[in-house]
């Protein structure tokens, strides 16, 4: 079985080399040079997080001049807290300029988004980008699942997720994330494999299918034997 974390800002249960799972780490742009030597197997995203998207030009500058680093394999986390930071008048142009990168390197983009269905929706309907929009961390419920699949969101599920909501993601649409939790990859395909009834193995392939193809150059794991 080969594990992938799609969305982590540390890297668990392992040392730089042991191939348990790959990961794509986030890392703020400021950050990444230190973090592309210390962990030399795995890819990463950047961005700037909605939470500090106010004074965030040095850090956008900073940005645009390393994202087309080929370790650099998504353009976020990005996106919309209505919950916490700066007013979205402040947010949404900071998320735009991370749409513009994303389709110029054609890198797909990972998404934060608190309370923000309607304006993610409107936004994505109007940008009509080719990269693949995944949002991390999905906890909204069958509706918004239903209304996001529509206009060709991706989802990427952690330790808390609405089973409710799995029904209508589209399998090929699918990926798993420890984002800060503590919980292992292991356990969130355990948890989300049997929401789905599914087994493990099984469903395991289905996640490493997507994740080849939206991000054909992550480095494969060595296979985890669960037997
Ligand atoms: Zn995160």
């Given at each position: ?22 990961c ?63 007013p ?83 399998y ?10 503590e ?8 948890q989300?494999?049997?929401a ?32």
């Amino acid at each position: 079985m080969e594990l992938y974390d799609i969305h982590t800002h540390q890297i668990l249960l392992e040392d730089n080399d042991d191939p348990y799972h790959s990961c794509i780490l986030d890392v703020y742009p400021l950050e990444f040079e230190f973090a592309k030597e210390t962990y030399k197997r795995h890819s990463f995203s950047c961005g700037i997080h909605p939470w500090y998207s106010e004074e965030s030009e040095s850090q956008m500058k900073y940005l645009i001049e390393i994202a087309s680093n080929p370790r650099i394999i998504a353009i976020g986390e990005t996106g919309l807290d209505k919950i916490k930071g700066p007013p979205f008048n402040v947010q949404i142009p900071v998320f735009k300029r991370h749409i513009e990168l994303s389709e110029q390197l054609k890198k797909p983009l990972i998404i934060h988004a608190v309370k923000a269905w309607e304006e993610l929706y409107h936004i994505r309907k109007e940008a009509e980008p080719i990269q693949p929009w995944i949002i991390h961390g999905f906890r909204g419920n069958a509706q918004v699942a239903q209304q996001m699949t529509k206009v060709g969101f991706m989802f990427s599920l952690g330790e808390r997720f609405n089973v409710d909501a799995l029904e209508f993601i589209p399998y090929d649409a699918l990926f798993c994330e420890t984002d800060e939790s503590e919980t292992t990859i292991l356990e969130v395909y355990q948890q989300i494999s049997s929401a789905l009834n599914q087994d493990i193995e099984y469903f395991a392939t289905q996640i490493a299918q997507n994740v080849q193809r939206i991000f054909p150059t992550l480095q494969k794991p060595k296979e985890l034997k669960t037997q």
